[in-house]
DNA sequence: ATCGTTACCGACAATGTTTCCATACGAGTT
DNA sequence: AACTCGTATGGAAACATTGTCGGTAACGAT
């Protein structure tokens, strides 16, 4: 199948280049006659422009990166696939970037920013590495999500996140109303991600307020997956028996525990109980169903694209967008029977 | 920060653009001394090429697709993860890309091989529509997985799949041999997609060898999707309420399906036994853990690329490679009661 | 001293598109 | 008749890079 550029096209319909691109992208100064019948042509040959060339002069429209961490996360899967609902009719166009867990992201922005002129990022379970000097000197407008960029001060940074705090002290006073005092946390402390932080902080302010001192050693520091949450679920609770209740810093984690629980011949809700954070599609469907804190994700989404197409008008970044979320109470909670 | 042209980094070196090419490409006749105070300007501004351009003069490097046909399917996601692990030290360069349920994927190769020039193509979960004219005179090659293309007879077109005929079999063989009787098949027909149609035929032809009659209202055709699943499921059992055993022909659908029989009292595989299909990570994990045909991703991907790539080197394409699976039996089923 | 070879490097064309500037032409104004 | 003006169009430069071709210098061989 032969590969029509717009010159083809152009000698096909007897007029210029020029005047090809100029009803390729709806300019109003063309005669209709001559609109339609290079349209005709077109149609016919089923051109389609070189995306390349026109990335070289790069047009009127921005283009902004979407950059995800990790590809199986199906919370930030979500996420993201909500992102690009809401910049339909947008004029900028997006693209989006897979980074390994432990890849650096914003290794990947520079790439981006130089190889394909990317204007703005969106970083979707990223970090911040304040020390990052590639950081330092981006000018591109970037949002983050589940993250806070408050205390970055960056000249160009947003970020939009829930009340991590407020949540993870909601997460372990559902676990305390239920009666439970032995509570493990199932968490990562990641460098550069104060979301974990503030689940932690958040679970902290519960426990001290109902006066339940806090067993260091229930904080377990899990890889996010489901196998890895299931190995260390398995050897956290071969040492600490006693635990009743676990309050797991994502869904995912949640899962692999629950599997690891089961194995262990312990079941959930009556002898452990769970709870989850993010609130994934397979919660609902889990059993048992998850009890967990639900992220907003098309608030998020929308809230982090406007955010970023306000920037890159020219707009002031707010620093730090909260938006509401939500307890959701299922199957993974009961009272302690212990 | 300033984003740096070649020319920039010639000016800044002191030489041509054409010498800073020679080293941006690895060529071998640049005198070692210049080529380090290139490559030592060009650490020094963080340069990187831009990819429009070089797209622009394409190299020798062909660009390949991988079509992904839907976002959340983690089966999908994890056939086209373990591709691009094979895309390593391959003289290709790879992209993904995402298209609707519902769209057209070849809508989507001929846009992209206009606009990006891609040179061949990966459909992963996708169909095969032989009427589609635009496919008819396609004629970049390409690779089809987890569907057959062997009687589709394009010039250059192959096909990666299991043996779904067979594996529909044994799938259905596993509910027979526990005692069940009264099947359901949770399935869909997708035009052009003979995979599902297959696993079908095998399911038929387990039945009628052990001599069981198939009762047509019990084949379910539900979306594939968690809540599609459990939809269907919950309307299927409040007419069959008699049914002991399911074949799911995805591990999603069994998921959803397992919900749905649990929130009507039912247990499984106590009550009702449940086969699922693909072998997702989540299946491991879920309670119970899913009996399940396991696809052997890594060998469809492997086979996949290399397919491709001996296409584009001009070879001939061979119609269709079988790979095998096997069936892996967990908690979900379990001898019939009834 | 001249030639051929090799190693290294630069000028230039080409890629497909958009944009800026120029041109042609008819209508309306002085 | 000489102008401006607006509409419709084309020519050519520009975008950043690669590949082709040719050129220069150095050097050993004749």
Known sequence: MKIYTIKDIARKAGVSVTTVSRVLNKRPDVNPATRERVERVMAECRFVGNANARGLKQPDGDLIAIILRGRENPFLNALAEAMLAHTQGLKASFLTEFVDEQADEFQAAIRLSHEKRVKGFIFVGGRIDERSEVLQDMDAPMVFTTI??????????????????????????????????????????????????????????????????????????????LSGAYESARQFFADKADTTAVFAMSDTVAIGVIRALKDIGRSVPEDVSVVGYDGIEMGKFFLPRLTTVEQPVDDIARQSVHVLMDMLEGGQPPSHIVVDAKLVLRESVAPCQG
Do not use: C, W
């Open 148 to 225: 806070s960029a408050e205390n970055a001060a960056f000249p160009r940074a947003a970020s939009v996140s829930i009340d991590d705090r407020a949540m993870g002290r909601a997460a372990m006073q559902t676990l305390l109303d239920a009666g439970h005092r032995r509570i493990a946390i199932f968490g990562g402390i990641r460098q550069g991600d104060d979301g974990f932080a503030k689940r932690y902080a958040g679970a902290m302010d519960a426990l001290s307020a109902a006066g339940v001192p806090f067993d260091e050693s229930r904080f377990v520091q899990t890889r996010f997956s």
